[in-house]
Structures are given as C-alpha cells and as structure tokens.
C-alpha cells in the first residue's frame, strides 16, 4: 500500500520492516490506548507508555547515535522511511520519539562529545523554545516576519551568561512536547551578557531536568496528540557550568535554522505516515461497506476521493523523500525545502482524514472506528514546530531574491 515504491537497499527495506512492525504492534495500540486515559494516568509510572512503549522504542536502538553511523546518502533515505512508518503508527508518539532525539542530535551537530556522554541517548529528551508571550516570535529569531510596528517585549525565558557559568530564569510554553516526563531539555533561551535580555543572540544549552531550580507545569489537556505529554517548564536561579552550552549567541541563529531543517523535515515524514493510514483505512472500508447494493466503493464519488487521497498521500512522501537526501547531503540543509515538506504532509495529513472520515459515514464520527483520533492528531500537526502560515511566509521570505527586487 505504499504506492509507487521504487526498490528499496537491503538497509532500507531491514528498516521500514522493523519501524512498520513497531507501529503496528506497539504505537497504535498503545497510542489508542493512551488517547482515552487521562493526562495524569499517563504520567504514572506504571502507565503503558512507561511499561510498554518506552522500553520497546528503546529495544529497536533507533538514536541519532546508531543511525549516525550510515553515510549521509544511506541516512538521508533511511530517516523518512522510518519515520513515515512511526507516523503510521500513531502521530503523538512519533513526536514524542522526535523530542527524544533532539539532545544528542544536537550534542553531534555541534561536536559536543561530552554532552553526548552526560546525557546518553536512552534519556527522555524535549526542546523548549516557545514561550508563554512569544509562540510564533520564538521560531523566527531573525525578525523575518515581524511586523514592522511590532515590539518583542521581555522574553520569558533569560540566559544570564557570567563567565564559565550560566543562569536561567523565567518559564517555556506549556506546548513543550515531553516537557512534563524529560530527562534533559533542549533549551533555546534569551541571552544576557550583561546588556539585557537578547532574543536574537541567544543560547541553546543542554539543560538536565533534575538540576536545582527546575520545575514543572501540570500536563496540558488537549484535542489531539494526547499521547505525547507536553508541560511548562520554570527555571529559578538554575545555574549550571557554561558547558552546557551548546551554541552561545554567535551560533544562535544558526541553531534555530538547524533544529528547524531536521524538526520540519522529521514532521513531513511522520505526517506522511499518518495520511497513509487514513488512506488505508478509508481505502479498507470502501471495499466492505455496501451501499445502494453494492460496495461504496463502486460510487463513482469514493473512488473519486481515494484517488485524491492516494495522489496526496504519493506527492508528500516524495517532497520528503527527496529534501531529507538533499538536506542530509548538502553543505548548507535549505529551510524552505523543510518548511515545504511539513507544511504539505500536515495539510495532507488532515485533508486525507477529513476524507476518510467522510467516507466512513456515521462510523468516522465515532470512537469505534480510528479516524477520529487521526483527524484530531493531524489538527495539531499544522500549529506544532511553527503555524503553517508561519511557516509559509517564512519559507516564502528564504526564496526571496534581493538583487531581483
Ligand atoms: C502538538 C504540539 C507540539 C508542540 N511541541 C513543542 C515543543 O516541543 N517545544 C516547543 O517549544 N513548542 C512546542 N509547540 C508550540 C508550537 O511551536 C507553537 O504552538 C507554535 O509555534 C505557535 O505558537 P502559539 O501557539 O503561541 O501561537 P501564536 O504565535 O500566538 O499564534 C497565534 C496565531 O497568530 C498567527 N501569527 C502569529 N504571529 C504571526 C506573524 N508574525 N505573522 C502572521 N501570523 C502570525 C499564527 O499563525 C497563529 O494562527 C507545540 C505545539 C503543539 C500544538
């Protein structure tokens, strides 16, 4: 059911078996499962996403670290395969996996070897840089898009760097993804170097979870991506030594662009796999339920509308396909292209549920059937790792040609 798939290598076909049988066997029915619980019977240690999903996502050894050692051509084909099959399998977890990754992602990308050892890859891993009063600012730290009356105000979140040391003090968002069960926060700060406050120069730093003066918001309620925990996270006077840093405020900029290439290219995939399964399930139905005396799927209309979601479903996974190898073997990842690729594959991923579920009737509408929850998850998909008008104004700002104009 995956369309037109060209041969695949030994290794990527060895990874889509092995990511394909975790999501089927593991994060949807875990993922449904933790749709229905509370946020705190989430949280509890002895919930399913502690006994059950965490320990055979550990199991598969899938980290940044593994997967680091295949060459950039063999990556950059791989990492979609994967996470197009974590997408199928349930959208929120696949985030949660995503956050996971971002320390020691980021502890390589920018060569610190001795935060990979600190914070080891079996950790729970979050990024947090959007705030209570800067959500889509936080995202653009260049000022690209901000509008020219605009006043950015005191950040909620300052880095005070006083020689080997830094401070941190104020509050992210409640949006962060794994904020409340993380181990170890991939934090994006305002700096100060004693000037004041400074969004656009800022730090990105390791942060570990249990260091004296962090704490936690309550777990937010939600419509979709229930299964991924996201929370507040308060710094008071945290001070930690400045080799937590990551990048200071010379790199800031280019850590945001970083993060944003591989978070909105790891999203293209996953969406892709969450319209996949709507695809499918819509694809299922249409063959068993009878209409009119025959299966709704020989009304012109539902055949109508499966192709659409298949010609959907085909064109996201090749836009992300093909900017995660461009991205990966690149000098310079293009941020439009990653941009391009989350922006399509959340909007395909919520248009092809929305069909789905139409085609499903009266039975899309109810818990009975999974659509719903995939409708709801992909709904989420277009305001997470930046708004898809954000994202489009931004990728639209990055082709610009200035000499042209
Ligand atoms: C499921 C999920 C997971 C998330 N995970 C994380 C995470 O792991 N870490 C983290 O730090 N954050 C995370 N976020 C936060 C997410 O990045 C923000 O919600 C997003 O960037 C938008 O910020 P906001 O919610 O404050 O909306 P706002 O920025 O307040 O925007 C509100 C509306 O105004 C529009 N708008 C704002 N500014 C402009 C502008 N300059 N031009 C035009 N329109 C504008 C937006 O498009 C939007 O429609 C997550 C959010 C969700 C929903």
């Known amino acids: 059911m995956t369309g037109a798939e060209p041969p695949l290598s030994d290794t990527e076909t060895a990874f889509q078996d092995m990511a394909h049988a975790f999501a089927r066997d593991v994060m949807r029915p875990v993922g449904e499962k933790l749709d229905r619980m509370t946020q705190d019977e989430i949280l509890k240690k002895d919930s399913i996403y502690y006994t059950e999903f965490r320990p055979k996502y550990l199991a598969l050894e899938i980290n940044p670290v593994t997967l680091g050692e295949l060459p950039p051509a063999e990556l950059g084909k791989v990492l979609p395969i994967i996470m197009e099959e974590f997408g199928w399998g349930d959208g929120g977890l696949s985030v949660t996996i995503g956050a996971c990754q971002l320390p020691p992602l980021l502890a390589l990308m920018f060569g610190k ?15 947090a840089i959007t705030e209570p009063d800067h959500g889509s600012d936080s995202l653009d730290p260049s000022k690209q898009i901000f509008h020219p009356q605009g006043k950015y105000g005191r950040p909620n979140c300052v880095a005070r760097i006083d020689g080997n040391k830094v401070i941190l003090n104020g509050q992210k968002s409640a949006w962060v993804s794994n904020g409340p069960i993380a181990d170890v926060c991939v934090l994006y700060s305002a700096a100060d170097r004693g000037n004041g406050p400074d969004p656009e120069n800022g730090v990105v730093m390791l942060v570990p979870m249990n ?36 990048a200071g405020p010379e790199e800031f900029q280019r850590a945001v662009y970083a993060i944003h290439c591989e978070a909105n290219g790891q999203m293209g995939a996953i969406w892709t796999g969450s319209a996949r399964a709507s695809f499918e399930i819509a694809w299922k139905y249409a063959h068993e339920r009878k209409q009119g005396g025959v299966p709704i799927y020989r009304h012109q209309s539902v055949a109508k509308s499966l192709f659409h979601m298949y010609r959907k479903v085909e064109a996201s996974r090749a836009l992300v396909r093909r900017v995660a190898l461009y991205n990966m073997t690149s000098p310079m990842p293009s941020l439009q292209s990653a941009m391009a690729t989350k922006v399509t594959a959340t909007q395909t991923a919520f248009e092809v549920a929305s069909d789905a579920l139409q085609m499903l009737g009266g039975n899309g509408n109810t818990r009975e059937y999974p659509i719903e929850k995939i409708l709801r998850d992909a709904r989420a998909s277009m305001i997470e790792d930046g708004c898809n008008e954000i994202l489009s104004i931004k990728g639209g700002y990055q082709m610009m040609d200035p000499d042209l104009l």
């Open 113 to 127: 070897q001795h935060l990979l050892q600190r914070f080891p890859v079996d950790l729970i891993g979050c990024w």
């Open 211 to 246: 260091a004296k003066g962090v704490s936690r918001g309550k777990f937010i309620d939600k419509l979709g991506q229930r299964p991924l925990p996201q929370g507040e996270i308060f710094f008071d006077n945290v001070e930690l030594s400045a080799d937590h840093i990551i």
